[in-house]
């Protein structure tokens, strides 16, 4: 492997974009002078290996990180839970929201009729009175 592949598979895998994000990362490669592709070639070695334990751990964890875990998942399941019922009643609340809209038009128009016709009325009488 070229000395550009390494350098870039190294970045890939430790997920950074510089030499000094990586080091920063891992205090086993500041050590490593990076000039030389051996370096890399350790650099490589160790971040896989960091990996590896990373994904061990993960697929095994300890104990009281199990019960942890176990909490976290309850609790998400939960949490999902109320979110699907949140989402249906924000549906519902919607969905009413735009009755009382259409129904608030249709007073509005009523009240407006109402008012017409007690103008009428008014005009009616009025001329009654003349006469």
């Known amino acids: 492997m070229k ?3 390494l350098k870039s598979k190294v970045f890939e895998l430790a997920e950074v974009n ?3 994000q990586l080091k920063t990362r891992y205090e086993e490669i500041r050590v490593l002078d990076l ?3 051996v370096s890399w070639e350790k650099a490589l070695i160790i971040i896989q290996s960091k990996k590896g334990e990373l994904e061990d751990w993960l697929n095994n964890p300890p ?3 199990r019960e942890l ?16 019922k949140v989402q249906r009643l924000s549906k519902e609340i919607n969905l009413i929201a735009n ?3 259409e129904l608030a038009e249709e007073c509005q128009d009523e009240a407006k009729n109402l008012e017409y016709e007690v103008e009428v009325n008014h005009r009616i009488s009025k001329q009654a009175e003349l006469n």
């Open 3 to 5: 000395l550009y592949e």
């Open 35 to 37: 000039r030389y592709k």
């Open 63 to 65: 104990e009281e990180y």
């Open 18 to 20: 510089t030499t000094k």
């Open 99 to 101: 009755d009382l809209d």
């Open 69 to 84: 875990f176990a909490e976290i998942e309850t609790t998400l399941q939960r949490f999902d839970k109320k979110l699907v």
